[in-house]
């Protein structure tokens, strides 16, 4: 008699136990699953720059150290340069689907900013300094960024006092990952 009682005690609570633990199915809809708002390849494009750099010149002389990471949600990069006996400075870069390029937008620590926009190019990414509407005959800059071997990011940075027609290299810093 009494395995009979559990022997139907188990009957009985298995079930519950096996209800207890498999969760009842929604009655309210449920939203379908969008992509990741800046998970496509144009937003990934600059991705390479991101990291923990040493920053040296041509001659392998040392003058900065970089910080570059993903912010807002992935959808920019943030850069934070500190320079060896310099002000640090900022940056901030993001694709922007409506006008279909990349921007940057740099401060640093002596006031200077400049705002870019360009976008890959032949393997590296080409930025361009926009004329000021007050100072339309002042310099403007470009960047160019390229991977090279070990992983080093190169980063140039050109000027034109004619806007445009004729550039000046005036900074190399090869970015290497900090060990």
């Known amino acids: 008699m009494l395995r009979t009682v559990s022997f139907l005690a188990a ?3 298995l079930p519950a136990c096996a209800s207890a633990q498999t969760p009842a199915p929604s009655l309210t809809p449920q939203p379908a699953r ?5 998970a496509t390849p144009e937003f990934r494009a600059f991705d390479y720059w991101i990291g923990e750099w040493t920053v040296s010149d041509t001659t392998g002389q040392v003058m900065a150290t970089s ?3 993903k912010v807002s949600g992935d959808c920019a990069i943030a850069e934070h340069w500190q320079p060896i006996g310099g002000k640090e400075g900022r940056s901030l870069s993001w694709y922007e689907p ?3 390029q990349w921007h940057q937008q740099w401060v640093d620590g002596d006031g200077w900013t400049a705002r870019f926009d360009g976008n890959p190019d032949a393997g590296e990414m080409v930025l361009t ?3 000021h509407p007050a100072t339309p005959n002042a310099p403007i800059g470009r960047m160019r960024y390229i991977t090279r071997p070990g992983g080093v990011v190169r980063q140039s940075l050109w000027q034109s006092k004619d806007q445009g027609e004729t550039w000046t290299l005036m900074f190399v810093g090869d970015y290497s990952p900090k060990r």
Request: with cysteine.
């Open 11 to 13: 009957l009985i609570i």
């Open 34 to 38: 969008r992509p990741a708002p800046c």
């Open 67 to 69: 910080s570059i990471t």
């Open 98 to 100: 409506k006008d279909q």
């Open 129 to 131: 300094e926009m004329a």
